[in-house]
């Protein structure tokens, strides 16, 4: 019996309920906890929010933690607020503090450790016209509508009106205001509607956002972000919900599943009603550290994603929000991942990997190319995580340059750009004057040329490696690499 049994005097339960390595969407799993709920009140969402684990003594009689962590989470609580229905619950493997489905959702004392996130790192705030609206591209805007999510995700981009208690600017938000805007904005042709979650709504609120869309004749397309399909698809078992959505006709369904584990026989059953009834199904991912940022699990998503027929979409790189560091990877990762899936998988199984530039720079799509491959890159990384800057870090930089290129494994360059490219070793120096002078002899110069100096780029970014672009490469774009990392610096080493 555990520390946490012996407390509650409760019977030590089985946690091994069926976590196997089938193919998702698999079985349905619930917790011992909840094996004697009767399907009828398992299957009603209204009985999953009723019983939703939201504080950490309720959880620390269900997953071991350390004394430690115990106290770190409880006082995190006070500031985050914390949701987990039993049906995602049931997804964890207890057994596991590392797994991927926790992670996502029960709290970590590392999300009080933030050094340099932000609490609005895509500056949303900063391009919104009317409270609630985000208008940065020409013909989308974001609508926020409501603080409430059914589970809140630990790296939550917009946790700071979600998840932080008080967060949530109810009063500046005005409904008929957020829509007005809309209407007169004949440029908006898609309206994501968002949150927190939308479909957290009551009914009466929903449709007034639907229909209230669907009427502006210049709006073609309305996205709903919604996290309900991963963890509370019991929601969408409601045929009221589901006519509300299918009478707006304009609707697309935008999920977000991280791991494969998500895709669970309930979520094949809501996405064959949504589809069904005319709603396209796309999905956002988050590349997270310890979640989904090793290649398999990549696959098997992808695969689990198109076995349910919902098309993965988007693969965003995790944003720096305060208390998420902790799951940011580089954005080499997700550049070998991206690798890793195209040309192994089918073009529908491939997401576009993207990072939402901090400081509301948009979103930069980024592609293993020869511009971005560490294989074209100089691989002189520092060894340290820390940014570094100034003449130091410059000299170790210059040094590893001096040690000279490596070379580009990508096909498309290899053939043309390598083959034209100066030789660097004085032997093949020698070698291709020689053929030239064989060639066409020519009159020895009167003037040694000077030695044309040399020099690279190091992109610095805020935090993280050092990187060092391939000078040989023409599609070395490392400004648009830089800026995507934030506040990069380039700096140019003689
Ligand atoms: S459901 Fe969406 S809005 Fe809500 S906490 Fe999760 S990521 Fe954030």
């Not at 969407?25 to 004697?36: A, E, I, T, V």
């Not at 684990?53 to 350390?66: A, D, E, G, K, T």
């Not at 799509?365 to 002189?380: D, H, I, N, V």
Request: net charge positive.
């Amino acid at each position: 019996m555990d520390e946490s049994e012996e407390r509650t005097g409760a019977e030590p339960l089985s946690t091994s309920y069926g976590f196997d390595d089938e193919e998702p969407p698999g079985k349905p799993r619930r917790h011992p906890l909840w094996r004697d709920v009767l399907d009828k009140q398992w299957d009603d969402w209204r009985w999953q929010s009723q019983n939703a684990i939201r504080s950490v003594r309720q959880l620390r009689n269900l997953l071991p933690f350390s004394p430690d962590e115990l106290e770190a989470i409880g006082a995190l609580e006070a500031e985050y607020k914390l949701a987990i229905p039993p049906y995602y619950f049931s997804l964890i493997d207890c057994d596991d503090p590392r797994d991927p489905i926790r992670l996502q959702s029960v709290t970590s004392p590392l999300e009080a450790d933030s050094s340099y996130e932000l609490d609005d790192p895509l500056e949303e705030d900063k391009d919104s016209p009317v409270p609630g609206i985000t208008h940065r591209y020409p013909d989308r805007v974001l609508m926020v509508t409501t603080h409430v999510c059914t589970m809140y995700c630990r790296f939550c981009t917009r946790k700071r009106a979600t998840m932080v208690r008080g967060g949530w600017d109810a009063i500046s938000r005005d409904d008929e205001r957020m829509i007005d805007y809309v209407r007169s904005h004949p440029e908006v042709r898609d309206v994501i509607v968002s949150g927190g979650d939308p479909l957290t709504l009551p009914y009466g609120k929903l449709r007034f956002f639907l229909h209230s869309l669907r009427d502006i004749p210049h709006v073609d397309v309305i996205r709903i972000g919604t996290r309900v399909p991963t963890t509370l698809p019991q929601k969408l078992f409601d045929p009221e919900l589901v006519d509300i959505l299918a009478s707006a006709e304009k609707v697309w369904i935008q999920t977000h599943f991280n791991h494969p584990r998500e895709i669970t026989p309930e979520v094949a059953r809501i996405c064959k009603t949504l589809l069904r009834h005319g709603m396209p199904l796309n999905n956002h991912a988050v590349l997270l550290k310890g979640v989904n940022d090793d290649l398999e699990t990549m696959r098997r998503l992808m695969r689990a994603m198109l076995r349910v027929k919902v098309r993965p979409y988007y693969l965003f790189h995790c944003d720096p929000v305060t208390g998420a560091g902790h799951f940011r990877t580089s954005v080499w990762k997700g550049l070998e991942l991206m690798e890793g899936l195209r040309g192994h998988m089918s073009g529908l199984a491939i997401p576009t990997y993207v990072v939402d530039s901090p400081h509301g720079g948009g979103k930069i799509p980024l592609m293993p190319s020869c511009a971005t491959t560490k294989a074209c890159w100089f691989a002189t990384r520092p060894r340290t995580n820390r940014p570094r800057y100034g003449r130091r870090s410059a000299i170790a930089a210059s040094a590893s340059w001096s040690r000279g290129p490596r070379r580009c494994s990508c096909p498309r360059t290899t053939s043309a750009w390598h083959a034209a490219r100066p030789a660097r070793s004085r032997a093949a120096r020698q070698r291709r004057t020689a053929t030239a002078a064989a060639r066409a002899p020519r009159p020895p110069r009167a003037v040694a040329p000077r030695r044309k100096q040399r020099t690279q780029r190091a992109i610095v970014p805020r935090s993280g490696n050092t990187w060092y672009p391939c000078r040989w490469c023409p599609r070395a774009d490392s400004d648009r690499l830089a800026a995507s990392l934030g506040r990069a610096r380039i700096i140019a080493i003689t």
